[in-house]
């Protein structure tokens, strides 16, 4: 509890353009939890080095994200906004938690299988320890809730492993978190394969909608969209191109598939692709404009990212002293 209020921790990467399903199935999100809890969303730049970066690229889109935060719509001054590497608490916490964790659970780790198999040529401790730096970002703050996505929970449970363990041995020192299952986000499928989610890093570009994406490229994007040849526009899952289509204009409309099945009634796909492209513009836009404007106020980003990371460094200092005196090293003398 942060002032009689709930501790919610959350991070992205900033490697790869955001896309439309990470704002609908998140960020948006984000934006409404910051209202209810004291959040911590971090650009946890650190476990972007697990997988080999250039490093003007790394920096350019963590301040990218870091803008695109605030551009969606979070309030600097009420949630912490910050890069992961500049509070080295979670460095050393993350340390200390290795040696809390077992070779066993992370061999267990889905995504660190399916990433060794994907970067076979560099298949480093980071890659192998990442759930563990992820846990030490959540203690670090003693989050009560974590809001991820499904292809993270594994990990959390884990950081939930890891703070009961630590806890039974040394008394209540981590709050143990839960996975956020408040109002999910909707779940954005690829254009170009609606079996697989939409993912900032499919090779196709065409599969993607960028949240920088102007507003040709959006509409040129969904029409070339794949459906299929029923010709009948219905929310089913024999037609999943079609299905995703309708998520996206219903996520970006606040209208229920049903309402929509009913509004294209008789339409072919040509019309309610346009439709669907146009819904996402008016969602872009406004985003593209607070960006923009945003991004040309380099000293009020300055100093969000300086005031922030000081709010973020005091607390996670909090805990990680504690931790310190626990596991028995020695106090510094003042
Ligand atoms: N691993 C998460 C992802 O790739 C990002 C992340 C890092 C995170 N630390 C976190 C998410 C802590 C939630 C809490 O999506």
């Given at each position: 509890m942060i002032d009689g209020k709930k501790v919610l921790f959350s991070g992205m990467q900033s490697t790869g353009n955001l896309t439309l399903g990470n704002y609908l199935g998140a960020l948006k999100n984000w934006v409404a939890l910051a209202e209810e809890y004291e959040c911590f969303y971090s650009v946890v730049d650190m476990h972007s080095i697990t997988v080999r970066q250039v490093p003007a690229e790394l920096r350019k889109r963590a301040r990218s994200l870091l803008t695109l935060y605030i551009a969606a719509g979070i309030d600097p001054e009420k949630a912490c906004l910050y890069?992961?590497?500049?509070?080295s608490a979670h460095a050393e916490l993350a340390w200390i938690l290795n040696c809390y964790t077992y070779m066993g659970e992370l061999n267990r780790m889905t995504q660190f299988k399916d990433k060794s198999a994907k970067h076979a040529d560099n298949i480093n401790a980071g890659l192998f320890t990442y759930p563990v730096l992820m846990a030490a970002d959540i203690l670090l703050y003693q989050a009560d809730v974590v809001p991820v996505g499904a292809d993270q929970s594994q990990h959390l449970e884990l950081a939930r492993d890891i703070a009961m363990r630590f806890n039974n041995i040394y008394?209540?020192?981590?709050?143990?978190?839960e996975i956020y299952l408040g109002k999910v986000g909707a779940k954005i499928q690829s254009?170009?394969?609606?079996?697989?989610k939409m993912s900032k890093?499919?090779?196709?570009?065409?599969a993607s909608i960028y949240l920088m994406d102007d507003e040709d490229t959006v509409m040129r994007k969904f029409k070339r969209a794949v459906t299929d040849s029923e010709g009948v526009i219905l929310y089913r899952d024999e037609q999943p191109g079609l299905k995703n289509l309708i998520n996206i204009y219903c996520a970006c409309t606040n209208r229920t598939p049903d309402e929509t099945v009913k509004e294209f009634e008789g339409s072919g796909y040509g019309v309610f692709k346009e439709a669907v492209g146009c819904a996402v513009n008016d969602v872009l836009r406004p985003l593209h404009e607070r960006y923009s404007e945003l991004e040309k106020d380099k000293a009020y980003i300055d100093k969000v990212i300086r005031d922030n990371a000081d709010k973020a460094a005091y607390f996670a200092g909090k805990t990680l002293r504690k931790v310190q005196k626990k596991v028995g090293f020695p106090e510094r003398p003042r």
């Open positions: 890069y992961q590497s500049h509070v008394g209540d020192v981590f709050t143990v978190p254009l170009q394969d609606p079996e697989k890093s499919d090779e196709n570009p065409n």
